[in-house]
């Protein structure tokens, strides 16, 4: 007789550890499976910002009019690699339908909704698996060589600012240069906010979440889940060992690896994987002192704990093809460019799959024949920054609570029936 708890979670990232440190202090005994342990995928690798004031949707007339010119080079900020684009078109058709301007503004209201809910929730829950010491205040700038940009990205932030954040215009470089200093004098606007919070280094605190969980008496197995289905006790999870644990609930945050276990189910969701490129350099290599995003560029500067990362950038390629790294030495040596004087030698390249639903909003609600099975995936860019927000949600579903917000806008079948 296969061993029950009150819940599996499968996946082992930011997502899944936060959902299942949560559960467990509602009470709930929980047991994580993932394929390769804690911190193995996009939560290792991430630029390790909370980046609460970016509520307006990848999904937007602005993507659709840059993403011609991004296509045509294949090292830029978005590419399509060829063997890959048949499979890919559904999901960009359905991009393109998400970024009508009705659409754009209900997306963004759910977004700001969600980051309202993950900014107010982000403390409480370092607090509770102490991590608090991990989080660092230090603020963004976006950077640009246009006026028509800079101008473009202020109208972006007037909305933003409906929502209560707050930015400040920088002209000419040595305004910027006394927020940061070293960049190269072509970046003669910026934009700098202090609603954008950091990590330490976000594979260290996914590594943390996952020790809280486990000194508080949960479990973490390393196993692949295959598939789920219901049972008259809950939900049964196939193991690719062929064995099967039952619960009586079970979330799936397996990112990049939930649309299959989905499948199992019988919900057809068009998540994809952004795969997404960095190279960590050593502490030291640059005066970082705050998240830099080269917006025109579509790459970021991070100060981590563990050194400076680079990275960033949008390859829809899935999640077999092989890694592409001229993609990561391409946008290290523009930033050696725009950041003269970063020391280039001794980094670690990394490549990682983001899991991003078409209109840049994660899947997070109940499956259709499987109540018992709560998704939580698909959050692209954003999951670090929405964790500890969806882990109540998630929780709240769970325990048969009130969510904070309303989850129609995330709800995991939206896309039934649309192209």
């Known amino acids: 007789m296969a061993e029950s708890t009150d819940l599996v979670v499968i996946g082992a990232g930011v997502i899944g550890l936060s959902v299942a440190n949560a559960a467990l202090a509602r009470g709930l005994s929980v047991r994580v499976v993932d394929r390769t342990g804690p911190a193995a995928g996009a939560s290792a690798g991430n630029a390790g910002g909370f980046a609460f004031a970016e509520i307006q949707p990848l999904a937007s007339p602005g993507t659709l009019m840059v993403s011609p010119k991004w296509l045509l080079d294949p090292l830029g900020p978005l590419s399509v690699p060829p063997r890959y684009a048949l ?4 999901w960009m058709l359905r991009f393109a339908r998400a970024s009508l301007p009705g659409r754009v503004a209900a997306s963004t209201a759910a977004q700001a909704a969600m980051m309202a ?13 102490g991590t608090a010491d991990m989080l660092r205040k230090t603020g963004q700038m976006q950077v640009f060589e246009s006026t028509r940009s800079y101008e473009a ?10 929502y209560g954040y707050g930015f400040r215009p920088l002209v000419g470089p040595d305004a910027i240069a006394e927020v940061q200093p070293g960049l190269s004098p072509r970046f003669t606007h910026a934009i700098a906010t202090e609603d954008w919070w950091a990590i330490a280094d976000p594979k260290l605190y996914t590594v943390a979440l996952a020790e809280a969980l486990t000194g508080k008496g949960g479990q973490i197995d390393i196993d692949e889940a295959r598939a789920l289905s219901q049972a008259a006790d809950g939900v049964r999870v196939h193991l690719a060992d062929g064995s099967t644990l039952t619960a009586r609930h079970a979330v799936v945050a397996a990112g990049a690896h939930s649309r299959r276990l989905a499948e199992s189910l019988g919900d057809y969701i068009p998540l994809e994987t952004e795969r997404g490129y960095n190279t960590t350099l050593p502490p030291g290599a640059f005066d970082l002192r705050r998240h830099i995003t080269f917006a025109e560029h579509g790459f970021v500067a991070s100060p981590l704990s563990t050194g400076i990362r680079v990275g960033g950038a949008v390859e829809l390629g899935g999640l077999d093809l092989p890694p592409n790294y001229a993609r990561s030495k391409a946008m290290l040596t523009k930033a050696a460019g725009y950041m003269p004087g970063l020391k280039t030698e001794g980094g670690t390249e990394w490549m990682g799959f983001r899991p991003s639903l078409p209109d840049t909003l994660p899947a997070i609600g109940r499956a259709t024949r499987a109540p018992n099975v709560i998704y939580a995936f698909g959050h692209g860019h954003l999951g670090l920054t929405q964790s500890a927000g969806t882990a109540d949600l998630v929780t709240a579903l769970l325990t048969g609570a009130t969510p904070a917000i309303d989850l129609t806008p995330f709800a995991p079948n939206r896309f039934k029936g649309l192209l």
């Not at 990205?153 to 409906?162: F, K």
């Open 87 to 90: 499979q890919i078109f559904p």
């Open 117 to 129: 809910h993950a900014r107010a929730t982000l403390e409480p829950f370092m607090a509770l698996t």
């Open 153 to 162: 990205a202020l109208r972006d932030c007037d909305e933003a600012g409906r």
